[in-house]
DNA sequence: CATTTATGTCAACGTCGCTGACATAAATCG
DNA sequence: CGATTTATGTCAGCGACGTTGACATAAATG
């Protein structure tokens, strides 16, 4: 339950100049970090069987949580070239976990799902991700998972956050 | 001051049984990519100025914050392999970012200290990170940055996180 | 003196970003 | 209708950064 037998020295209150310490901002930094390359750590291996890597994970989430996502929508989100995208869609449709449809309005549009396999896949490799969050979420307890959430939100560029903050509330599935 | 102009989910509130909602899941999954890219982007922008990638800003970052380490004990916090580090620790030298000194108890060791030049790459690297994390922390609250930190400290396994707290706790500078 | 340890280095490989250019099909505009 | 724009795909080439496996050297250690 209780981590700080190192304590950290995250918060230097004093009200409205509220401004954090040296130590906390490091601290920050590289808990950023560490905590990233853990939650990342379980899907890498799973990948790695299957000569994926951590964008083909990416492309099988957004597609996951927004079927019927085009093309130019998954770059938005993910923010890389075209062709990086090309090189990791390409697979996942010939390996059969994503699906491509034509557009019913537009025709030039390749709308994007999951295969069955897909889906399967993409709740293997999210599932160790879920677990870590599932008991973080649970031994931090809720305001500590709402400062989390609210510090990761901040870390954002005005107009990322608002792009994230859509992306994140527009998912088609649960 | 206030993100939630779209609601998220977060919390599942049943006290003891507290379980996170599918929901609260994904947006905590989504939130550590778009949070970390954020975090990342702009040291990787200045990074590309001098053909350095993210690898270097983190050799540059622990040598800074622990200025005498070791390469393997570098390596053991980068957990990457002698060959990694070797391909970004050499331009750093040439460079003359980073220095090495035959250790005086055990001469095999090569200790690594960042030169001046070194210090001041380094800041310019760091500064827009911390400035994301000033005003985060700030915008937060206190209460944000204790869970933030509970949260991502949570994220890790149990020996990872032992490990990082060491780290953490143990830098030889402010 | 033999072994282990700390470090460096070589070759080869794969993922995943990038740029720039070009091709096709479909929508749209004047 | 014809010209332009849009959505997508694809080719060639490059760089960063991770991997494995093998080998070399110098210094510490038993």
Do not use: W
Not at 146 to 155: A, D, K
């Amino acid at each position: 339950m209780t981590t700080s037998e190192a304590p950290l020295t995250f918060v230097c209150r004093d009200e409205e100049q509220n401004t954090p310490s040296e130590r906390a901002l490091r601290e920050g930094a590289e808990l950023m970090f560490f905590g990233y390359r853990s939650f990342t750590q379980d899907p890498d291996k799973i990948l790695s069987e299957r000569d994926y890597g951590r964008a083909h994970h990416r492309a099988l989430h957004f597609i996951g949580t927004q079927p019927g996502l085009s093309v130019a929508g998954l770059l938005d989100i993910l923010d890389v070239t075209k062709q990086s995208l090309a090189r990791v869609l390409k697979p996942l449709i010939d390996d059969g976990l994503v699906e491509q449809r034509v557009g019913e309005n537009d025709r030039r549009q390749r709308l994007l799902f999951l295969t069955d396999d897909g889906v399967a896949f993409e709740e293997r490799l999210s599932a160790p991700q879920r677990a870590r969050l599932t008991r973080a979420f649970r031994e931090a307890g809720p305001d500590a998972v709402e400062g989390f959430r609210f510090v990761l939100e901040l870390m954002m560029d005005e107009e990322q956050r608002k792009q994230a903050l859509t992306v994140i509330a527009g998912a088609k599935l649960p």
